[in-house]
């Protein structure tokens, strides 16, 4: 195996660049010193290569924590691309393919293992880990441990238990959006021996933030689309809106498509894969899309809501430019954004007596007996869940997000789970059956020709493909895997259409679930301040780009020059300080009452009236100030 001082020629040899990412090769160095170490890249800044390199580095098997299937699938099905042995393990599969995969990963074949983090202290877990030789331990997400942070997720918090188990084993800690009471929590939750942070800079001097004011947002959308060449997203809030607006779009000669979590597996592939080749100029997307994609040359993103907080709204925003171009980040916003942020936020912290009845429900749904259920996994159809309990479906997602975080559920990040399959016979046995099974023949060719690592490690399989090639109906497919699985010549999940439910502790009765209502009410408290942090962005005339950086923990970051209020300020031709100082006394002057623009001008000396001119014609320009039919202006922020 390599040596450790070569992670430049690992690079080379498997991703075949010449060099590293700014810092990058310094997080790489520092953990394969065996130290602690959290780094803070911005997205698209290449967090995975700093422990994939590293576990290509050293003997043994790195294991990464991730909360995201979907990213966890993609990572796997890229590392095996290039020639590197890895696999998962998440919510929705069997224990008898988990059992294989952690007995391989014991054995050595795997250089990467990710695992979900309610799949990290499970007893089979525990075992199996102590067994393996454990080089590093990576933990993605990193945010999520932290309670300060916008996704909190309580598995997390069990981290250190599995670092008991591997002492002396470095952990890196990666994330892209981190305040600084987070930068400190993650150290302090995930036990670093040692406080060491590589923070890059949060930075984007080739990306423009603008906010524009548009009651009218999918005629604004076609109107920048059409003046912006180039690939881009547009994030809305739900998955009926993505194919709306996607219509919209197609009808009006622009070249889109939309992808949300409850498309099948092979739908989200094809349209990813459609985006980042090209064939689709914009993809129309709940927050579901944009996780671990590269795709450089993003020339526009829209937000046609706003986020319910700057972290995600950096993050999405983020995917534009990142190959140094020129580039937009454009919020389209109305005043009534506010008003239903602040709406949903009461709907997503229902009652404990709702959370207590929802999980009396999810035990009758899935015919569980109180003490049973730990680790057990289940098909979940929302809707009909809903329907069978006459439960409100808003309030009731809501319910099951506050169970999930209080460690009790976990529930998939995907509708759809492709069907998958080993081959585990020896080629003789195999010969042997397809001689005595004419119609196996054909489907296990298929097979061993369509996914040359089948006999090594379990496969995502599309059974359709499988049943085109064959020239068999999709159900013959179904039914000779399940027959040579039966023979053990193969294993063989069939593919689930719905979301995976799976119990994190053995089913208690109602009066024994513990929610704690203190922790409830401050994370309410957190998810309120985000939201005003998130309007305040939309409504402020500060610079977009500062404002962002100072809430990531650089406060000293100069205007960018480029957003749209540094432009519009730039057009008045006025120091910061004067403009803010004179925008702060229009608005204390008309928050008094309404005036005309003379009067306004008449509060201010008179060698100064020519300047406060420009600013009010630039704030009713930005529609912060507006001049009614009475000839008064108003201010309007």
Not at 53 to 76: F, H, N, T, W
Not at 141 to 155: I, K, L, M, T
Not at 186 to 199: D, M
Not at 487 to 515: A, C, G, M, W
Request: one cysteine or more.
């Amino acid at each position: 195996m390599t040596h450790p001082a070569e992670p430049l020629s690992i690079l080379r040899q498997y991703w075949g660049y010449d060099a590293f990412r700014p810092l990058q090769e310094d997080i790489i160095r520092s953990v394969l010193g065996g130290q602690d170490t959290l780094a803070l890249l911005p997205t698209g800044g290449g967090k995975s290569v700093c422990y994939q390199v590293p576990a290509l580095c050293r003997e043994g098997i790195c294991l990464v924590v991730s909360p995201l299937i979907a990213l966890m699938k993609d990572q796997v099905l890229n590392l095996r691309k290039r020639g590197i042995p890895a696999a998962a393990i998440y919510s929705g599969m069997s224990r008898r393919e988990i059992d294989i995969i952690f007995e391989n990963a014991c054995n050595g074949a795997y250089k990467l293992l990710y695992l979900s983090p309610e799949r990290l202290l499970t007893e089979l877990a525990k075992v199996r880990i102590q067994r393996m030789q454990v080089s590093l331990l990576a933990v993605d997400e990193a945010h999520c441990v932290s309670q300060w942070g916008y996704d909190f997720r309580p598995p997390y918090l069990r981290i250190p238990e599995l670092r008991e188990l591997l002492p002396g084993v470095p952990v890196l800690a990666l994330t892209a959006t981190a305040t600084t009471e987070v930068v400190k929590d993650i150290q302090e939750k995930l036990a670093f021996r040692k406080t060491l942070v590589f923070r890059q800079s949060f930075g984007r001097s080739n990306l423009s933030y603008s906010v524009l004011y548009e009651p009218k947002k999918r005629e604004k959308l076609l109107d920048i689309l059409k003046n912006v060449p180039g690939s881009g997203i547009v994030y809305v809030r739900s998955r009926g809106e993505a194919k709306e607006i996607s219509h919209f779009l197609q009808q009006n000669k622009v070249n889109a498509g939309f992808y949300h979590a409850g498309l099948s597996t092979e739908e989200r592939s094809t349209r990813q894969t459609q985006w980042i080749d090209g064939h689709l100029r914009i993809m129309v997307c709940t927050n579901a899309f944009g996780m671990g994609i590269d795709k450089p040359d993003v020339r526009i993103v829209v937000h046609l809501h706003l986020p319910d907080s700057l972290e995600a709204y950096f993050q999405e925003a983020g995917r534009a430019g990142r190959d140094g171009k020129k580039s937009y980040a454009t919020l389209l916003y109305a005043p009534s954004d506010a008003d239903s942020l602040r709406f949903h936020l009461e709907a997503a912290f229902p009652s404990v007596e709702l959370l207590g009845r929802i999980y009396q429900a999810l035990g009758s749904y899935t015919q569980l007996a109180i003490g049973a259920g730990l680790g057990e996994t289940f098909d979940f159809d929302f809707p009909s869940f809903c329907a069978t309990f006459k439960l409100e479906q808003g309030r009731t997602h809501a319910a099951l997000k506050i169970l999930e975080q209080d460690g009790w559920i976990a529930l998939s990040d995907t509708d759809t789970t492709m069907a998958r399959a080993q081959v585990t016979a020896s080629r003789e046995a195999i010969y042997d059956y397809q001689l005595r099974q004419p119609q196996a023949d054909s489907v296990i060719k298929v097979m061993l020709r369509a996914y040359p690592g089948i006999n090594t490690h379990y496969s995502e399989i599309s059974e359709a493909m499988i049943a085109r090639y064959a020239n068999l109906p999709i159900e013959n497919i179904r039914q000779v895997l399940a027959m040579a699985s039966k023979e053990n010549l193969l294993f063989y999940e069939p593919q689930k259409d719905k979301p995976q439910l799976t119990f994190t502790h053995e089913r208690v009765s109602t009066e024994n679930l513990h929610i704690d209502h203190q922790k409830l009410a401050w994370r309410k408290q957190r998810a309120v301040e985000r939201i005003e942090q998130a309007i305040h962005y939309a409504e402020t005339i500060q610079c977009r780009s500062q404002l962002l950086l100072a809430y990531f923990g650089e406060p000293e970051s100069k205007r960018c020059g480029i957003c749209d209020v540094c432009t519009g300020r730039n057009k008045t031709d006025i120091a910061t300080d004067t403009f803010e100082a004179y925008e702060k006394k229009i608005r204390e002057v008309l928050k008094k009452e309404p005036l005309s623009p003379e009067e306004v001008l008449k509060a201010f000396a008179l060698k100064r009236q020519e300047t406060v001119a420009k600013v009010l014609a630039y704030l009713l320009d930005e529609q912060k100030l507006v001049q009614k039919e009475d000839g008064n202006l108003y201010w309007s922020a």
